[in-house]
């Protein structure tokens, strides 16, 4: 059973940075695209950033500058590296995983809560 695993949320001050993980289990294919989701209370689910097999890489507007998605295709795990942390930063982060590197999404993990204090 395939099994994505988020960490390293957290609480932290405006300005401040936090580093997610998300490792795969169970995976018996090559992971295609690997993807970090965001969701605030009453809001949608958006992306935030995605890595391809092959590295390519694909930011929201509203993180470009500030984070950084990077991978591990041997240990299937994703990393989004986030700085200057903002209040509107504040979400439930959810990791995904696809069989493809154009998606869809096939996978899902629980999520980590981000809050930023202003």
């Known amino acids: 059973q395939v099994q994505l695993v988020e960490s390293g949320g957290g609480l932290v001050q405006a300005g401040g940075s936090l580093r997610l993980s998300c490792a795969a289990s169970?995976?018996?294919?090559?992971?295609?695209?690997m993807g970090w989701y965001r969701q605030a209370p009453g809001k949608q689910r958006d992306l935030v950033a995605s890595?391809?097999?092959?590295?390519?890489?694909h930011y929201a507007d509203s993180v470009k500058g500030r984070f950084t998605i990077s991978g591990d295709n041997a240990r299937n795990t994703a990393y989004l590296q986030m700085d200057s942390l903002k209040p509107e930063d504040t979400a439930v982060y959810l990791c995904a995983a696809g069989m493809r590197s154009n998606g869809p999404y096939d996978y899902w993990g629980q999520g980590t809560q981000v809050t930023v204090s202003s």
């Open positions: 890595i391809t097999d092959g590295g390519m890489t």
């Open positions: 169970g995976i018996i294919f090559r992971i295609g695209v």
